[in-house]
C-alpha cells in the first residue's frame, strides 16, 4: 500500500503577504518527533517530542486520560488526583446535590479521603500506547472489492488484530480509523472504574455566566472540579471498594505560578471529539443551512420551557441544571457555526477548491477514471440525503426530546424478551434490574409540567416542519380527533399512561411477570415510542444509513485525492475521539470592526459582571471579600491582579473540555474549556484569526482551592513551580 508522508503545517499565508504561525491541526503525538518538534520548537518549545509521547519511559500521555465519555482529564499529583472542568464533572456533582446538600450552588470539598465520594459508572481511560496497523487492517483489500467486502474484510481483520492482542495483555485494545479509512490505529488502553468526587467551586464560580456566557469571549469562568482515581490494593483497575487505594501515575503535571503572557508557546494535549476539515460544499450546506437550523428551533424551544420553570423553584432548577446545560451548550454552538461558516465564505471557498480540483481530476486520462466523478457524485448523494437527515433530526429532536418519550423507550427491550422469549428469565432479570436503577434515576430528575409542556410544543413544531410521510401515525388522531390541539393531545396521553408516575412504574417493575408484557403494550406512551422507533427503523434509518456508507467511501476516495492533488500540503487527520496534540501561541484577536480582544481576563472582570438578581452573575460573598482585600496569595500575576481565563491559538474540538494547556516547558499553565463562538466553526473550518481556545488560568483554580474553598491541603500533593 501506497504510504503518504505527513508534513506540519507551519506557517500560513495571510492576505497582506505576511507568514503567521498558524493553531490548526490535531497532531498524533507518537508522530510528533518525526513531524512537528522542529517547528514546536522554533515557536519557543523547550521540551523534546519524547517528553510528550514515550514508550520508553514515563511520559506526558501517561498523565492524560479520558474523562467519562466525553472530556478530557488530567493528573495533577502522585496520588491519583485527577484535575477536569466543573462542567465534565457536572453530572457527578449534580447526582450528589439535593436541596438539602446542594453542591451545585455551595460547592463540595472533601476535607480527607475518608469525605471523598464514589460515582458508580464513571470511569477515565488512559491511553498506553497507538500503533499503526494500516496494513494489518486492510490486507486482502483489493480495487475490485465492493464497498460492502471492504467493510467485511476490515471488520474481519480489525476484530482479529484485537483479539490477538487482548488474549495476552490486561489492557483493552480498540482499532480507530484515521484520514477518512486511509489508515488505522491500534488504541491500547487502560480503564479505572473508581473516579470519586473531591471538590467542586459552587457553580457561582464553575459555571460563572452560565449559558449567556458559554461560548463567549471574555470568559471569567473557574470551569473545573477535581477527582481521584482508586485502584485495587495490587493497583490494578478496580470498581468501587472500601479497601481500594489511590492511583499511582507513572506521571502527573507540575504546575507553573509564572502564568502565560501574549505571544508565549502553548499546547493542549486531549481527546478532540469530531471534525470534518476536509468535506465537500454540499456537506457544509448540508449541516450548516438544513440540519442545525431545525435543531436550533427545537432546542431554543426547550431551553424557554426549561428556564422558565428553573426559575420558579430552587428544586426545578436543580433537577434540571444538567439537562439544561447540555442541550444549550449544542444549541448555542450551532448558531456560532453556521454564523462562522457565513463570515468567513467557508462554503463559497470549498466551491472554489472544487472547482480547480475538477480541471485536475480531468487533466489526465487515469485520474479522470479515478475521481473525475467524485463531485457530481456527492452532489447527488447530498441531495438524496436531505429529506430523510431532516426526518431524522426532527425524530431525535423534536419527538424524542420529549422526556417520557426516551424513558418510555427503555421498555422496548424487556417486552421483546416477555412476548418471545418468556423462559429467558435471566436476561429477564438483567433488564428488569437495569430498568430499576434506571426508573430512579429518571424520577430523581423528572418534573412532569416541564415535560408536558415541551412536548406539545415540540409535537406542533414537528407537525408543521416535516412532510406527512415522515410522520408517526399518532399525527393522524392529533388532527382528527384532537383538532391538532397538541396541548389536550398531551394531556389525554399523559391520562392514559402510567409511566409518568414513579410509584406505579416502580411498583410494576418490582411485580413484574412475564405476561405483564401486555400491560405495556397497551401504554399511550409505550405504544408512542415503539412506534417511533419502528417508523425511525423502518422509514428513515436504512435509507439514511445507505446514503451514509455512500457518503463515507466517497469521503475515503475525496480523502485521497485531495493529498495527491496537493503533495505539499500538511494534512492532519480529523478529531475522532482519540489523544492529539495542538498547539499555538496565546493571543487576543479582532472577531470584528473596532473590537479587540485582549490574552487573559481578571478578577475585575467578575465583578464587572456581578448582578445579584441574576443567577448566572452572582458572586459569592467570600470572592468578593477576597478581591476587595486583594487576598490573592501568590497566585496573583506579576501586575498583582488575579487572572481567571486566557485565549490561545489551539486547535480544539468537542472533547478537548479538561485538556490540559501547557508552556514550553510542559509545566501546566491553563485547563481548556470552551471556544469562543466567532470561531466554533472551526470544526468544519479553521480560521486563525479568530478560532481561539478558552483555558482557565490555573493560578485561578489554585486560588480557589487554597483561599476560597479551605482546602489547601490539596496543593501539598501538587508539584508547583514558582
Same mark, same amino acid.
Given at each position: 500500500?501506497?504510504?503518504?508522508?505527513?508534513?506540519?503545517?507551519?506557517?500560513?499565508?495571510?492576505?497582506?503577504?505576511?507568514?503567521?504561525?498558524?493553531?490548526?491541526?490535531?497532531?498524533?503525538?507518537?508522530?510528533?518527533?518525526?513531524?512537528?518538534?522542529?517547528?514546536? *520548537?522554533?515557536?519557543?518549545?523547550?521540551?523534546?517530542?519524547?517528553?510528550?509521547?514515550?514508550?520508553?519511559?514515563?511520559?506526558?500521555?501517561?498523565?492524560?486520560?479520558?474523562?467519562?465519555?466525553?472530556?478530557?482529564?488530567?493528573?495533577?499529583?502522585?496520588?491519583?488526583?485527577?484535575?477536569?472542568?466543573?462542567?465534565?464533572?457536572?453530572?457527578?456533582? =449534580?447526582?450528589?446535590?439535593?436541596?438539602?446538600?446542594?453542591?451545585?450552588?455551595?460547592?463540595?470539598?472533601?476535607?480527607?479521603?475518608?469525605?471523598?465520594?464514589?460515582?458508580?459508572?464513571?470511569?477515565?481511560?488512559?491511553?498506553?500506547?497507538?500503533?499503526?496497523?494500516?496494513?494489518?487492517?486492510?490486507?486482502?483489500?483489493?480495487?475490485?472489492?465492493?464497498?460492502?467486502?471492504?467493510?467485511?474484510?476490515?471488520?474481519?481483520?480489525?476484530?482479529?488484530?484485537?483479539?490477538?492482542?487482548?488474549?495476552?495483555?490486561?489492557?483493552?485494545?480498540?482499532?480507530?480509523?484515521?484520514?477518512?479509512?486511509?489508515?488505522?490505529?491500534?488504541?491500547?488502553?487502560?480503564?479505572?472504574?473508581? $473516579?470519586?468526587?473531591? /471538590?467542586?467551586?459552587?457553580?457561582?464560580?464553575?459555571?460563572?455566566?452560565?449559558?449567556?456566557?458559554?461560548?463567549?469571549?471574555?470568559?471569567?469562568?473557574?470551569?473545573?472540579?477535581?477527582?481521584?482515581?482508586?485502584?485495587?490494593?495490587?493497583?490494578?483497575?478496580?470498581?468501587?471498594?472500601?479497601?481500594?487505594?489511590? %492511583? *499511582?501515575?507513572?506521571?502527573?503535571?507540575?504546575?507553573?505560578?509564572?502564568?502565560?503572557?501574549? /505571544?508565549?508557546?502553548?499546547?493542549?494535549?486531549?481527546?478532540?471529539?469530531?471534525?470534518?476539515?476536509?468535506?465537500?460544499?454540499?456537506?457544509?450546506?448540508?449541516?450548516?443551512? $438544513?440540519?442545525?437550523?431545525?435543531?436550533?428551533?427545537?432546542?431554543?424551544?426547550?431551553?424557554?420551557?426549561?428556564?422558565? %420553570?428553573?426559575?420558579?423553584?430552587?428544586?426545578?432548577?436543580?433537577?434540571?441544571?444538567?439537562? =439544561?446545560?447540555?442541550?444549550?451548550?449544542?444549541?448555542?454552538?450551532?448558531?456560532?457555526?453556521?454564523?462562522?461558516?457565513?463570515?468567513?465564505?467557508?462554503?463559497?471557498?470549498?466551491?472554489?477548491?472544487?472547482?480547480?480540483?475538477?480541471?485536475?481530476?480531468?487533466?489526465?486520462?487515469?485520474?479522470?477514471?479515478?475521481?473525475?466523478?467524485?463531485?457530481?457524485? &456527492?452532489?447527488?448523494?447530498?441531495?438524496?440525503?436531505? !429529506?430523510?437527515?431532516?426526518?431524522?433530526?426532527?425524530?431525535?429532536?423534536?419527538?424524542?426530546?420529549?422526556?417520557?418519550?426516551? &424513558?418510555?423507550?427503555?421498555?422496548?427491550?424487556?417486552?421483546?424478551?416477555?412476548?418471545?422469549?418468556?423462559?429467558?428469565?435471566?436476561?429477564?432479570?438483567?433488564?428488569?434490574?437495569?430498568?430499576?436503577?434506571?426508573?430512579?434515576?429518571?424520577?430523581?430528575?423528572?418534573?412532569?409540567?416541564?415535560?408536558?409542556?415541551?412536548?406539545?410544543?415540540?409535537?406542533?413544531?414537528?407537525? *408543521?416542519? $416535516?412532510?406527512?410521510?415522515?410522520?408517526?401515525?399518532?399525527?393522524?388522531?392529533?388532527?382528527?380527533?384532537? #383538532?391538532?390541539?397538541?396541548?389536550?393531545?398531551?394531556?389525554?396521553?399523559?391520562?392514559?399512561?402510567?409511566?409518568?408516575? !414513579?410509584?406505579?412504574?416502580?411498583?410494576?417493575?418490582?411485580?413484574?411477570?412475564?405476561?405483564?408484557?401486555?400491560?405495556?403494550?397497551?401504554?399511550? &406512551?409505550?405504544?408512542?415510542?415503539?412506534?417511533?422507533?419502528?417508523?425511525?427503523?423502518?422509514?428513515?434509518?436504512?435509507?439514511?444509513?445507505?446514503?451514509?456508507?455512500?457518503?463515507?467511501?466517497?469521503?475515503?476516495?475525496?480523502?485521497?485525492?485531495?493529498?495527491?492533488?496537493?503533495?505539499?500540503?500538511?494534512?492532519?487527520?480529523?478529531?475522532?475521539?482519540?489523544?492529539?496534540?495542538?498547539?499555538?501561541?496565546?493571543?487576543?484577536?479582532?472577531?470584528?470592526?473596532?473590537?479587540?480582544?485582549?490574552?487573559?481576563?481578571?478578577?475585575?472582570?467578575?465583578?464587572?459582571?456581578?448582578?445579584?438578581?441574576? %443567577?448566572?452573575?452572582?458572586?459569592?460573598?467570600?470572592?468578593?471579600?477576597? %478581591?476587595?482585600?486583594?487576598?490573592?496569595?501568590?497566585?496573583?500575576?506579576?501586575?498583582?491582579?488575579?487572572?481567571?481565563?486566557?485565549?490561545?491559538?489551539? #486547535?480544539?474540538?468537542?472533547?478537548?473540555?479538561?485538556?490540559?494547556?501547557?508552556?514550553?516547558?510542559?509545566?501546566?499553565?491553563?485547563?481548556?474549556?470552551?471556544?469562543?463562538?466567532?470561531?466554533?466553526?472551526?470544526?468544519?473550518?479553521?480560521?486563525?484569526?479568530?478560532?481561539?481556545?478558552i483555558s482557565l488560568d490555573i493560578r485561578y483554580f489554585l486560588f480557589i482551592v487554597d483561599k476560597l474553598s479551605g482546602a489547601g491541603y490539596l496543593l501539598d500533593e501538587m508539584k508547583i513551580v514558582k
Open positions: 500500500m501506497k504510504k503518504f508522508l505527513f508534513l506540519l503545517l507551519t506557517t500560513i499565508l495571510v492576505g497582506s503577504g505576511q507568514l503567521i504561525y498558524a493553531g490548526e491541526g490535531m497532531w498524533i503525538p507518537s508522530l510528533l518527533k518525526q513531524l512537528n518538534e522542529k517547528e514546536m *520548537k522554533a515557536m519557543g518549545m523547550k521540551i523534546s517530542a519524547d517528553d510528550i509521547y514515550s514508550l520508553n519511559h514515563s511520559s506526558m500521555k501517561d498523565a492524560i486520560l479520558l474523562f467519562g465519555r466525553g472530556c478530557t482529564s488530567e493528573l495533577i499529583s502522585g496520588e491519583g488526583l485527577l484535575l477536569t472542568n466543573h462542567h465534565c464533572g457536572f453530572d457527578a456533582i =449534580q447526582k450528589h446535590s439535593s436541596v438539602e446538600h446542594d453542591y451545585l450552588k455551595d460547592g463540595f470539598w472533601a476535607m480527607n479521603r475518608g469525605e471523598e465520594l464514589p460515582n458508580p459508572g464513571l470511569t477515565a481511560t488512559l491511553m498506553i500506547r497507538m500503533d499503526n496497523v494500516t496494513d494489518q487492517v486492510l490486507k486482502g483489500i483489493t480495487d475490485q472489492m465492493t464497498e460492502k467486502e471492504r467493510e467485511a474484510t476490515i471488520k474481519k481483520n480489525a476484530e482479529q488484530l484485537v483479539k490477538d492482542f487482548e488474549k495476552n495483555s490486561d489492557y483493552q485494545a480498540a482499532i480507530k480509523s484515521f484520514f477518512k479509512d486511509n489508515q488505522y490505529y491500534m488504541i491500547v488502553t487502560e480503564t479505572f472504574k473508581d $473516579v470519586r468526587l473531591v /471538590g467542586a467551586p459552587p457553580s457561582a464560580i464553575g459555571k460563572f455566566g452560565g449559558d449567556t456566557d458559554n461560548w463567549m469571549w471574555p470568559r471569567h469562568t473557574g470551569d473545573f472540579s477535581l477527582f481521584r482515581i482508586y485502584v485495587s490494593p495490587d493497583g490494578k483497575p478496580a470498581t468501587y471498594s472500601k479497601e481500594n487505594v489511590p %492511583y *499511582k501515575p507513572n506521571y502527573f503535571f507540575p504546575i507553573s505560578l509564572n502564568g502565560v503572557n501574549e /505571544g508565549d508557546f502553548t499546547f493542549v494535549f486531549g481527546y478532540p471529539a469530531r471534525t470534518n476539515e476536509y468535506l465537500p460544499s454540499y456537506a457544509i450546506e448540508e449541516i450548516t443551512q $438544513v440540519e442545525n437550523p431545525a435543531k436550533i428551533k427545537l432546542r431554543t424551544q426547550r431551553l424557554d420551557i426549561f428556564k422558565k %420553570y428553573a426559575e420558579t423553584s430552587p428544586k426545578i432548577r436543580i433537577m434540571y441544571a444538567s439537562k =439544561q446545560a447540555g442541550v444549550a451548550n449544542g444549541w448555542k454552538k450551532m448558531i456560532g457555526q453556521d454564523w462562522g461558516i457565513q463570515r468567513t465564505k467557508a462554503i463559497k471557498k470549498k466551491q472554489d477548491f472544487e472547482k480547480d480540483f475538477q480541471q485536475w481530476a480531468d487533466a489526465t486520462p487515469e485520474r479522470t477514471k479515478k475521481y473525475g466523478n467524485l463531485l457530481p457524485q &456527492f452532489k447527488k448523494v447530498y441531495e438524496q440525503i436531505r !429529506p430523510f437527515q431532516q426526518a431524522e433530526d426532527y425524530l431525535y429532536e423534536g419527538a424524542l426530546g420529549i422526556e417520557i418519550q426516551r &424513558f418510555a423507550l427503555s421498555f422496548v427491550q424487556l417486552v421483546e424478551i416477555s412476548e418471545k422469549h418468556p423462559e429467558d428469565t435471566a436476561r429477564m432479570n438483567t433488564i428488569l434490574n437495569r430498568l430499576k436503577i434506571s426508573e430512579k434515576s429518571f424520577f430523581k430528575d423528572y418534573y412532569k409540567p416541564v415535560d408536558m409542556e415541551v412536548m406539545a410544543q415540540l409535537l406542533e413544531t414537528y407537525d *408543521k416542519n $416535516v412532510p406527512d410521510e415522515f410522520k408517526p401515525s399518532w399525527f393522524a388522531v392529533i388532527h382528527n380527533k384532537f #383538532h391538532r390541539n397538541y396541548t389536550k393531545f398531551t394531556k389525554h396521553v399523559f391520562e392514559k399512561s402510567f409511566l409518568d408516575d !414513579p410509584e406505579k412504574v416502580e411498583a410494576f417493575l418490582k411485580s413484574y411477570k412475564a405476561r405483564d408484557y401486555k400491560k405495556l403494550k397497551k401504554d399511550q &406512551f409505550f405504544q408512542m415510542a415503539l412506534e417511533l422507533r419502528n417508523f425511525s427503523s423502518k422509514n428513515v434509518q436504512p435509507k439514511l444509513s445507505l446514503l451514509s456508507a455512500k457518503t463515507d467511501s466517497l469521503m475515503r476516495i475525496y480523502m485521497k485525492a485531495q493529498m495527491e492533488m496537493q503533495p505539499d500540503k500538511h494534512f492532519y487527520p480529523d478529531a475522532n475521539f482519540t489523544l492529539r496534540v495542538t498547539y499555538g501561541k496565546a493571543g487576543g484577536f479582532s472577531p470584528k470592526d473596532a473590537v479587540e480582544y485582549k490574552t487573559f481576563t481578571t478578577m475585575k472582570g467578575i465583578m464587572e459582571k456581578e448582578n445579584p438578581d441574576i %443567577y448566572d452573575y452572582a458572586v459569592p460573598e467570600k470572592l468578593k471579600s477576597l %478581591y476587595k482585600d486583594q487576598d490573592f496569595g501568590p497566585y496573583a500575576d506579576k501586575d498583582g491582579s488575579m487572572h481567571v481565563c486566557f485565549v490561545a491559538k489551539n #486547535h480544539t474540538s468537542g472533547g478537548n473540555s479538561g485538556s490540559p494547556v501547557l508552556n514550553a516547558e510542559g509545566q501546566l499553565i491553563g485547563v481548556n474549556f470552551d471556544r469562543d463562538w466567532e470561531g466554533t466553526m472551526s470544526d468544519l473550518n479553521y480560521d486563525p484569526s479568530v478560532c481561539r481556545n
